[in-house]
């Protein structure tokens, strides 16, 4: 031996159970650290990659800006690359025919396709999804919509070429040139003609999947995409362009710069819709793709941005404590299993560097050894997740591909190493403090115990007798020993009820949100009106449990002052600007109706009033929808009233027209917080007054709705339903409905998969908790052999023995419990609020995470004692007075 240091692999050598049981936690340790890094780092490469198909892989767009702007846009020095799309013009596939007109007097004069060029840029960032072929290269190909092949005179097929008449589309009764809104050139009149101006030869090279989120104008206006380098730029014709910046940093700032060099004024902004989504745009829009930015940590929304961060930080912290404490009560364990060997080296002339470093050299060794391992689990235990998981039908998460990241690797064996270190300094600190003498004496502790006074629980002698007192009592005559392994289990438990919570998040966020019903039929034609006869078809079918009629329209209000909510009034002065009578004029305001029946559904979510549809018809009575969920220019959520009316009060509401109707007035005959078919806060910015149909059709004026909400019954195949509807959409392209049936069926397929990835997580962690507890528990027990052979001697039986150390598990177990599962739930309450700015979603007391906690902690602390009360009875009292254990 050249040095004491050459100690270290010895030791590890001759103990080497203690050694696998070091290196083991470490190995664990790690394999959880490399799993969640590698699984966010999946998950978010997944998160881009469909968010970029939802939303375009670029992160501000320019919509309906000028020819003469786009140079100063593209040469901007904060511009990375530029996507610029320009309007090739219409062309009519062919007109409607006369018998599509009879079944839809509202039906629009052509078939048109609508004809844009993008450039490279525009085709790399706004990618549509493809049937079939390629995407066009030189602006002599195109690709076409497969929805739209029916209506051409001969199906393309792909390699064809086509001769298109592009052109504009008119006011026929003017001569005037249409108005476009929008990308998605949204609608069209009965009073529309075409003015061709040029032809095209096109070559087909692709077609396109047809839109995920068609309305009524989807059977009649159909895209079609060629490409156009879009470098000869027409100073007086609009343009959209889609930005990629150098830097994400301070991106707002810079875009409201870009904007002020194009001397751009009252400029609509707001973040950008999804790519199929038609909406209406009359002026320059910008469009912040928020989706994507806040992926990168860079939403316009700071709040947003913190939240997520911290949110990632707090959960990696509770994991590193969590290793920290497993593998410092192993150091622990492994410095007080050897304080003679420690004093027999300072009697020998070691010094306290040198012992600090004998222990600093094992934590080093075992983490050479354990922490290459660990990552190499990691990246193997996902491997096994993801090959499992691809065998499920998933909807996210169905192309999810494991990503191997070499920066998530080193970050896992750097924080594992960083485990390590921490929780070695503090044992090397105490094995250099050891007194040779009192370590020969004392083995097992480095000092002798000074006890004074230990209090005597009279309702544990009452319950356990002496025996229990014993235990008790052997608790808190060491009370450092009894900390280090309490807090051993707190944590486990913490960490437990930590990511119990993160499943029961994950299950919410991949809930949908909104209205709440299994099929919606709506009729988004010119008329938008529904005949009663299709309700009554609808009502008739067996699958159906319930039927709403919705009746909604835009209604001007007159908001008293003394009726509005301050606080909401603090965040949106913008909308009490209008002076009127003794309050202001507002437009964000909808009179609604779901028919009577829907009336007696809302019964049950009144928070004020009642429900009586005799008076409400009298007294144009209503019930008000004031309650909101708000986020702050912080990202901070905020649920609140946006006005404060009570039953009785009277207000003052009109049609919003040309003809600007005289007001009428409504009674406040009742309050609900949430909306009949939503079971949260409704989050968008307007006031809702439900009233009845009659009332609605006396202030309307009329009594059209265009849209049906179905509940389906859950003990009949809702087929009869799915073809009823299907059936109306063939015979008339003005109908649309929405299967929510799926969407819900599809995302609690994706709950399911979120719980099966953190349930392996948690799967790791049980097991690293329970190696800790054993391990701790047991090893303390031991430590206590020549104690147990003491008490055995003055006249203790065997059996007595044994119930004192069950019992002094069960204490351990209670005390843990309780402490783990006060700062676990509120740690778990914590993480939501973090998460709050950024996800809806809400917290729920863990009763069910709280009970598995209490019952494995009481369970995990009677296995521990199993092992050394065997032990135990094995060691003969005289030979355990003579041993140093």
């Given amino acids: ?162 001769t298109l008449n592009l052109g504009i589309r008119k006011v026929a009764s003017t001569g005037e040139d249409k108005k476009i809104n929008g990308l998605g050139d949204y609608g069209w009149d009965l009073d529309e003609a075409f003015q061709a101006q040029s032809q095209r030869e096109y070559t087909v090279v692709g077609f396109m999947k047809p839109s995920s989120k068609e309305n009524w104008s989807s059977g009649y206006i159909f895209p079609a995409i060629t490409f156009n380098d879009n470098k000869s730029i027409d100073n007086y014709k609009n343009y959209f362009i889609y930005v990629k910046m150098k830097s994400l940093k301070n991106i707002k700032e810079k875009t409201e710069a870009l904007m002020s060099s194009l001397q751009l004024s009252n400029v609509e902004q707001g973040s950008a819709m999804q790519l199929d989504r038609d909406n209406f745009i009359e002026n320059v829009r910008i469009e912040y793709n928020n989706e994507l930015l806040k992926l990168y940590g860079k939403s316009i929304y700071e709040g947003v941005n913190n939240s997520l961060i911290l949110t990632f930080a707090a959960v990696i912290a509770i994991i590193m404590i969590c290793t920290i404490a497993m593998i410092y009560n192993i150091f622990h364990i492994s410095v007080l299993e050897r304080i003679s060997q420690f004093g027999m080296l300072r009697c020998i002339g070691a010094t306290p560097a040198q012992i600090r470093k004998i222990v600093m050299q094992e934590a080093t060794l075992i983490s050479l050894i354990g922490i290459p391992i660990g990552i190499l689990t990691g990246t193997l235990f996902m491997k096994v997740l993801f090959y499992n998981i691809s065998l499920l039908t998933l909807g996210f998460l169905n192309d999810m591909r494991m990503v191997i990241s070499l920066p998530i690797l080193i970050s896992a064996g750097l924080l594992g190493l960083l485990s390590v270190y921490l929780s070695a300094i503090g044992p090397a600190k105490q094995a250099a403090r050891v007194y040779p003498l009192e370590a020969l004496k004392n083995a097992g502790s480095s000092k002798v115990e000074n006890i004074t006074k230990v209090k005597k629980s009279l309702f544990v002698k009452k319950l356990f007798g002496v025996v229990g007192q014993f235990a008790s009592r052997n608790l808190q005559r060491n009370k450092k020993r009894f900390r280090i392994t309490a807090f051993s289990m707190i944590i486990s ?107 007696d559904a809302l019964q049950s979510k009144l928070t004020a009033g009642k429900i009586d549809k005799e008076k409400m018809n009298q007294e144009n009575g209503v019930i008000v929808l004031q309650k909101i969920m708000m986020m702050t220019e912080e990202g901070k959520r905020l649920i609140l009233d946006q006005t404060q009316f009570k039953v009785g009060d009277h207000i003052k509401i009109r049609t919003i027209d040309g003809n600007h109707n005289e007001y009428q007035t409504v009674t406040v005959v009742g309050i609900v917080d949430q909306d009949l078919l939503s079971k949260k806060y409704s989050t968008g910015q307007d006031l809702s007054f439900i009233t009845t149909p009659k009332v609605y059709s006396k202030i309307m004026g009329s009594d059209t709705y265009s849209r049906i909400f179905i509940l389906a019954n859950p003990d009949i195949s809702n087929h009869p339903i799915t073809d009823y509807l299907k059936s109306l959409t063939d015979k008339n392209a003005g109908f649309n409905y929405h299967d929510r049936v799926a969407e819900v069926a599809q995302a609690k397929n994706d709950a399911k998969t979120f719980s099966i990835l953190l349930y392996g997580f948690i799967g790791v962690i049980v097991l690293i908790a329970f190696l800790n507890i054993v391990n701790t528990v047991s090893t303390n027990l031991i430590l206590r052999t020549k104690e147990f052979a003491t008490l055995k001697a003055i006249g203790m039986t065997q059996k007595e023995v044994r119930k004192m150390i069950i019992l002094e598990g069960v204490f351990y177990g209670l005390f843990a419990a309780v402490i783990g599962i006060i700062l676990g739930t509120t740690l778990n309450y914590g993480i939501q609020v973090l998460f709050a700015s950024a996800l809806d979603a809400d917290w729920v007391f863990p009763w069910y995470s709280i009970g598995i906690a209490f019952a494995g902690s009481m369970i995990t602390t009677i296995v521990a004692t199993i092992g050394p009360m065997y032990r135990l009875n094995k060691v003969s009292i005289v030979d355990a007075l003579r041993s140093e254990n």
Avoid: C
């Fill in 1 to 162: 031996m050249k040095s004491y240091t050459d100690l270290t692999g010895k030791y590890l050598k001759g103990q080497k159970k203690r050694s696998m049981l070091t290196i083991l936690g470490i190995i664990l340790s790690v394999t959880l650290f490399t799993s969640i890094g590698t699984i966010g780092m999946s998950y978010w490469d997944k998160s881009v990659r469909q968010t970029m198909q939802d939303f375009g892989d670029y992160h501000v767009s320019f919509n309906g800006i000028s020819g003469e702007a786009i140079p100063k846009v593209k040469n901007n020095a904060a511009v990375k690359s530029a996507g610029v799309i320009s309007r090739e013009g219409y062309a009519v596939l062919r007109e409607t025919k006369e018998k599509e007109k009879k079944e839809d007097p509202f039906a629009a004069p052509y078939r048109y396709l609508n004809v844009k060029g993008y450039n490279a840029n525009a085709m790399n960032m706004l990618q549509s999804q493809l049937d079939s072929g390629r995407y066009p290269e030189n602006s002599n190909e195109i690709i076409l919509s497969s929805s739209s092949l029916s209506y051409f005179l001969k199906k393309p097929k792909l390699g064809e070429t086509i």
């Fill in 493 to 599: 438990i913490i960490l437990f009820i930590v990511f119990s919570g993160l499943v029961d998040f994950m299950q919410q966020i991949t809930q949908l949100s909104g209205a709440q019903y299994s099929y919606s039929l709506s009729y988004d034609g010119p008329s938008s009106r529904i005949d009663d006869t299709v309700y009554r078809d609808v009502s008739k079918l067996d699958a159906v449990q319930q039927a709403y009629k919705f009746y909604s329209n835009q209604v001007d209000a007159i908001i008293p002052k003394d009726k509005i909510n301050p606080i909401y009034y603090g965040f949106h002065k913008d909308r009490y600007i209008v002076a009127e009578g003794e309050g202001y004029r507002t437009d964000n305001n909808f009179l609604v109706s779901y028919g009577d029946n829907g009336l």
